[in-house]
C-alpha cells in the first residue's frame, strides 16, 4: 500500500515536513549559575592531573618503572591524580553530551518555527 493510500500515513508525513517541534522534547536549564562556577573550579583544580597524564605520556616505560622503584610514594600520588583526572574528564565527557543534545534540540526547534511550524 502506498503512503497516498493510506490517509493517515499521508497526514503524518506532511505533518513530520512542517511542523516537527512536538515531537521534540522540551527542557529547562540543568545548572544555575552557581552550579556552573563551582564546575569551572573543580575543572581548574585538575590541572595537575591533566598535566601528569601528559607527563606520563611522554615518558617511556622504563623511566615511569624506575619513577616507581626510586620514588614509590610520588609514583602512587601520580596514578591517583591521573586516576581524579580521568574521572573528570569522563564527566566533561558526559557534559559535552548533554549540552550538544540540548543544542541540537534548541536548533530543532528555531528551524522548525523558521519554516512556520510551532518551534519556539
Do not use: W, Y
Not at 502506498?2 to 493517515?8: L, N, Q, R, V
Not at 611522554?58 to 602512587?76: E, G, N, Q, Y
Amino acid at each position: 500500500m502506498k503512503t497516498a493510500d493510506h490517509p493517515t500515513k499521508a497526514r503524518r508525513v506532511k505533518s513530520e515536513k512542517t511542523d516537527i517541534s512536538s515531537e521534540l522534547p522540551d527542557f529547562s536549564s540543568e545548572l544555575d549559575d552557581e552550579a556552573m562556577n563551582q564546575l569551572e573550579t573543580a575543572a581548574q583544580s585538575q590541572g595537575i592531573g591533566r598535566r601528569l597524564a601528559l607527563v606520563a605520556l611522554s615518558r617511556d616505560r622504563a623511566t615511569l618503572a624506575a619513577l616507581c622503584v626510586d620514588s614509590p610514594a610520588t609514583f602512587r600520588e601520580m596514578v591517583e591524580a591521573i586516576e581524579s583526572f580521568k574521572a573528570h574528564a569522563e564527566g566533561l565527557s558526559e557534559l559535552a553530551d548533554s549540552a550538544m543534545a540540548r543544542m541540537l534540540v534548541a536548533g530543532a526547534h528555531a528551524e522548525s518555527a523558521a519554516r512556520g511550524g510551532h518551534g519556539l
